[in-house]
């Protein structure tokens, strides 16, 4: 009776308070797991009614939840997304990719085609290269400041491999790399990437690649900007010259603070985060964990350093070994706080010595009227008194 | 009108016919999905419709899809499951660890106590230690042979550093863990263990851990049989003998054909199985990549051999790097199919110099009467000259 009488009245209030019976209900444990059986195999398992990590949906973007996360692989429906025209839903049966341009051996794959080649596995991440908010402010979380970033195991036949199939010729520096989706999304890559470690991919953590990352096939380019890592992908051409299409015009080109600009810039600087304490956590006195996430797109994480006094000093963190080249690495922190206001954060140095930059640093190079691209400046998080925990307020 | 009929008449083969409409709505695609705009971002991802690997959930247990999974991480919802008394539903609020027995300092952590300490990942195996079929039968799948093992990234706090913290006594030579579920699962563990490579985690694959694997946290013991990873873990006792539980009284020990038999048969031997090609899969002529997985309680895989002649001549497989200790590795195998029935196989080989043994070496050790534990013979897979792939039918 008294949930008929809340759907009919149907005020916002009373929905509210009907969703939070229906998870009360959802939640409800028994007092004691150990008196009553539990629920039987399953043929898929389902997360802790407990639990309820989310992507936040905004505009073109969804970001992963980096201060729900632990170790450093993203579950796949977690994984950051960024399209152009939507999600397309491409029956694996109708698939193909097309290689032409200067091959010798113009040739169609099939998905079953593909995986009859060599295959092959990485676990590394991928970051929209628009991985950065102008203005930060007390109540943003790790997700909402840098969550345009996860990491897979990712498996599928290297570009080489193809290439090699179709008979690349000599003269062919860049190809074209074309969406299947609503966009037609493409983008010129040197032909020097795929005989470094270019892939065509068509499973992530251990399953096919989700829908929303490229399914049934994407390129991954490890440690280059996302979009480069073209989705659903149809067609690959090859050229003698960039192919200067939409996308590398208009966009994803980033302005220097000398009036010049950059074109093809490619590579993920290397960049750090802290994701716990972070805001909304709390945090007791005494001794504490920091964690968090560093990576680069130039091979391996060296070092992370923390500070817990505003960048005044810093030490070294651990780092969760095996640190792997253009992946997400871990690192942990032992700190025993005092109960005073702290700032703490971290930085990121990579195995080319790049020291990742405060935004003072990284807007003297890029200027302010700066697009949002390739911008990974150290992030700091104020602990209160109280134990409460918010970003520093920064921006231009 | 059609469904209101289809559903009134209500008979199998309607419903089932009403099934496959569904379906095909659900899996419709656009012709050419460029030019429709797709589904925009979202809070957590699907799959995509025409992808299905589901576990198998028979009795007590429930198997991983291996024949649908590449790379080595094992979808979380796909991870096997095994339990005693079902799958409690615990209010992390609520959920606390005791450890006590031999110690110094008696206590109990709740789960924020855990998640202070430091934290540390690894990515391994776990296999129920009657991971086995006595009769094969042509139509088994990988999944149906082998599928109680499973890998993850696993995150936590050593066992060691909760040791220190409670200050164990040098007599203390084995610990009890107790599970918080309705069988009370309990086992008896050597102390060194801990010091070696134990962990309580509290996080799977990025996130928390999924209920049917021991939420909020569960004892991990890296290379053992998965029934001694006590899941739901509430208590630790530490003790100068073992506590002869019932399952490693009445189960869980090993006779062998020499009339004895073994208790605390804790590590799990090299195996390794062929994922693809395996049944229900088909072959075309040409060339074709076998992959697999392959895995030792003792440290690494050191090789892994393949036939494609019934077992009379082996050719290494490629491993995919990087070979991690305790954890599934990956092989490839190029192979030129030339049309011809074929059987084909795999053997792991691990760090210690141990060959996985076929099912006549297994027999003459552990005897016909064997309780099916610790058995890991190698599985043949029969290659048809239609192409079709069957399992080599085998057994008692």
Redesign the interface.
Known sequence: MKFSRRVFFGSAASLAAFGRTAFAQA?Q??RD???????????????????H??????G???RTPLQ????????????Y???H????????A?YSLLIHGMVDRPTVFTL?DL???????RICFLECSGNYQRRLTAAMTAQQIAGLTSQS???GVTLATLFREVGVRPQATWFLAEG???A?MTRSIPVDKAHEDAMIV??Q????I????G??ARLLLPGWEGNTSVK?IRRIELSDRAFMTREETSKYTDPLANGTARMFSFVMDARSIITSPSYPGKL?R????I?GIAWSGYERIRRVELSTDGGKTWSAA?L?T?V?PKAHT?F?F?WDWDGREAVIMSRAIDETGYVQPTREQLFAARGDGSIPYHLNPITAWVVRPDGTVVCREEGL
Chains 1, 2 share one sequence.
Do not use: M
């Open positions: 939640t444990s028994p797991p150990t008196k009553a059986p539990g629920t039987p195999p399953s043929t898929l398992g389902q997360r802790s009614p407990f639990e990590p989310q992507r936040t949906p905004i073109i973007v969804s729900d996360l632990r170790g450093t692989i993203t579950p796949a429906d977690l994984h997304e960024r399209h025209a939507g999600v397309p839903q491409i029956d694996p109708n079953a995986e009859r080649l060599p295959s092959t596995s195991e990712w498996t299947g989706d609503a037609l068509y499973a953590n251990g399953e096919a989700r829908p929303e990352q399914y049934p659903w007791s005494g001794s504490n964990e964690i651990n969760q095996p792997l871990r942990h032992q």
